[in-house]
Nanobody
């Protein structure tokens, strides 16, 4: 059973940056996805990275602002978020599943992933 834990959320002003981390034992064999959910909205896919880290994908609304990377030696994935906007405010979740189930070349969905963290709150406000 892969257990994931997110960290790094908080309150930031518009235009600021945050780096979220997702850590999990047994991590290197899994693709990692990041999702977010704002109050009253459905969970939205943001980005995906495959197990080796050489394939990533981003939703259009975060392209050029967010960067997903991973350090398998540290069992950790990082979501660097720059130029943050108020509409980025949400609970951010990382999820994992094996590369055989998740193709980070294409759009991802919550149902693609069996393992989830509890989420970390990101609030962008002045």
């Amino acid at each position: 059973q892969l257990q994931l834990a997110e960290s790094g959320g908080g309150l930031v002003q518009p235009g600021g940056s945050l780096r979220l981390s997702c850590e999990g034992r047994g991590f290197p064999y899994f693709a990692i996805g990041w999702f977010r959910q704002a109050p009253g909205k459905e969970r939205e896919a943001i980005s995906c990275i495959n197990s080796s880290g050489d394939k990533t994908n981003y939703v259009d609304s975060v392209k050029g602002r967010f960067t997903l990377s991973r350090d398998n030696a540290r069992n950790t994935a990082y979501l660097q978020m720059d130029s943050l906007k108020p509409e980025d405010t949400a609970v951010y979740y990382c999820a994992a599943d094996r590369d055989e189930r998740v193709d980070c070349s294409f759009e991802i969905y919550p149902t693609d992933f069996d393992y989830w963290g509890r989420g970390t709150q990101v609030t962008v406000s002045s």
